[in-house]
C-alpha cells in the first residue's frame, strides 16, 4: 500500500493493524469473513470511478459498454448458483435490500410477521427500533420457550390471525434450518407474499449444504459476504413476474447508482462459489460448527437448541454466572472473537444481554477443521472461568496468535513469520 502510505499514513497505519488484528485473531463472529485476494482486488478496482444509474441496457449515463458486461455477469452467475429466475445485484448492502422488498409490495401501515428479533429475527424483518417496525404493521412470531424451535403451528396461527402482506422467513441468530415448504404453505394460506432472507446461510445454500428458499419464496434477499465470501453487497431474487416491481424499488425507489467495484466483487465470489472447492468449504463449516457446539456442550454451555444444523450457535451463559457483554469482551482480549447476542425469553438488556453468538465461516476459510474446533472450545472454555483474570487472558492472546500463525488468513499470508 505504498501509495496509501504517502498520501495518508493515519489510514494506512489502521488498515495495517487491522490486517494484523484479522491475522492473529480468531474471528467467530458469525456474520464475518475472509474474501479472496481476488475479491479484494475487485473490489480495489478502477470501477469505483464509475457512475452507472440504471440497468444494463438502459442506463441513464453514457461510457457502460464494460459495466453492462460486468453487471450482467454478476446476475448470470446468481442466477446459476442460486437456480433464481431473476436477479437484482445493485442493493449496497442486506438492509437497503430488505427496504426495497418493502417498497416494492407494501404500503405504510401494511402488516408484516417476521421473527421477533430477541429470537434471532433481524432488525429489518419488523424490529420497533428499526424503518421496518416504524412504518408498517410489525408483528413477530417467537421461538418455543422450551425447545428455542420455531413452532410452525403457532406461526400459521399469527399467520391466520394476522393476514400479513408479508411473511418474513430468515434470522442472524437461529441455529436450525429453516422448513421453506412449511412456510410457504403458511403464507398461501394467509394470502401473503413469502419473503425470505438469507444473508446468513446463502454460503451454505450456494455449497449445497443447506436447502434452498429460491424454489419456495416470492422473493429471497441477501447479502454477499457473510459465509458467501464475497464482499459487502447484497442481492435480490424473485420470480420473473416480481422482477419490474423488484428493479423499480432498488432504482430509482431506494437508490442511485450502483457500486460497480462492488458488483465486479459479487461476481467473481459468485464464480468462487461455483467451485468443487466452495462446496467442501460449505460442507466443512457445518462439520465445524457440529464439532464446536459438542465440544462447548461437553464443558457444560447451555446452547439454545442444543446444538446447530448451520454455521453458528447462540450460547446462554445464564448457568456460567458472566453477562454476554463481559463475556463477549474477555474473549477479545484474549484473542478470541465473538458478539454478545440476546437469547430467546432474555431478561437482560439488548446491549448486555445473557449469550454469545459463535459462528465458523471465517475459521472454515483458514483451514481450521474439526481437531481445531475442540481446540476453539477449550480456550473459550477457559477464558468464560477465568474473566477477570487479565495475565490468563494474555497468555491465551499469545496462544490464539501462535495457533492461527499455522493457518494464514486468506489475502493475508504474508502477515505470517517467515513468508
Known amino acids: 500500500m505504498k501509495h496509501l502510505s504517502i498520501a495518508d499514513p493515519e489510514i494506512c497505519n489502521l488498515v495495517l493493524q487491522e490486517e494484523r488484528r484479522q491475522s492473529e485473531k480468531i474471528r467467530m463472529i458469525a456474520s464475518e469473513n475472509y474474501v479472496s485476494r481476488a475479491v479484494l482486488e475487485a473490489t480495489g478496482s478502477v470501477l469505483t470511478n464509475k457512475y452507472s444509474e440504471g440497468y444494463a441496457g438502459k442506463r441513464y449515463y453514457e461510457g457502460q459498454q464494460i459495466i453492462d458486461q460486468v453487471e450482467s455477469l454478476a446476475i448470470e452467475r446468481a442466477k446459476q448458483v442460486f437456480g433464481a429466475e431473476h436477479v437484482n445485484v445493485q442493493p449496497y448492502s442486506g438492509s437497503p435490500a430488505n427496504v426495497a422488498v418493502y417498497l416494492a409490495f407494501l404500503n405504510p401501515g401494511d402488516t408484516i410477521l417476521g421473527m421477533a428479533l430477541p429470537h434471532g429475527g433481524h432488525l429489518t424483518h419488523g424490529a420497533p427500533v428499526s424503518i421496518s417496525g416504524r412504518y408498517f404493521n410489525a408483528q413477530s412470531y417467537e421461538l418455543d420457550r422450551d425447545t428455542g424451535l420455531l413452532d410452525y403451528g403457532k406461526i400459521r396461527d399469527k399467520a391466520l ?16 434450518i429453516l422448513d421453506f415448504a412449511k412456510f410457504r404453505e403458511i403464507a398461501d394460506e394467509a394470502g401473503a407474499l ?5 444473508a446468513h446461510f446463502a454460503g451454505l445454500v450456494a455449497g449445497g449444504v443447506h436447502p434452498s428458499p429460491v424454489p419456495f419464496a416470492d422473493v429471497v434477499t441477501t447479502t454477499t459476504h457473510k459465509s458467501l465470501r464475497g464482499p459487502r453487497g447484497a442481492m435480490i431474487m424473485c420470480r420473473s413476474r416480481h422482477a419490474a416491481a423488484i428493479d423499480k424499488a432498488v432504482f430509482p425507489g431506494m437508490q442511485g447508482g450502483p457500486h460497480d467495484n462492488t458488483t465486479a466483487a459479487i461476481a467473481v465470489a459468485l464464480r468462487e462459489a461455483a467451485s468443487d472447492d466452495f462446496k467442501a468449504y460449505a460442507r466443512q463449516v457445518v462439520k465445524n460448527a457440529k464439532t464446536l457446539a459438542e465440544g462447548l456442550m461437553a464443558k457444560g454451555f447451555k446452547l439454545i437448541t442444543n446444538g446447530t444444523d448451520n454455521h453458528l450457535m447462540l450460547v446462554d451463559l445464564g448457568n456460567k454466572g458472566i453477562a454476554g457483554k463481559k463475556a463477549a469482551r474477555a474473549l477479545d482480549r484474549a484473542g478470541i472473537v465473538v458478539n454478545c447476542n440476546a437469547v430467546p425469553f432474555d431478561t437482560r438488556k439488548p446491549y448486555d444481554p445473557s449469550g454469545i453468538r459463535l459462528g465458523t465461516p471465517a475459521l472454515t476459510s483458514r483451514g481450521f477443521k474439526e481437531k481445531e474446533m475442540l481446540v476453539v472450545a477449550n480456550l473459550v472454555d477457559r477464558v468464560i472461568a477465568n474473566a477477570d483474570d487479565e495475565g490468563l487472558l494474555a497468555a491465551t492472546a499469545e496462544e ?15 502477515l505470517v513469520e517467515g513468508r
Not at 390471525?161 to 436450525?176: E, Q, W
Not at 490464539?400 to 504474508?414: D, K, Y
Open 194 to 198: 413469502l419473503m425470505v432472507d438469507m
Open 161 to 176: 390471525a394476522l393476514r400479513p402482506k408479508l411473511l418474513i422467513a430468515g434470522h442472524s441468530a437461529y441455529p436450525r
Open 400 to 414: 490464539v496468535r501462535q495457533m492461527c500463525s499455522l493457518f494464514p488468513a486468506p489475502g493475508l499470508e504474508h
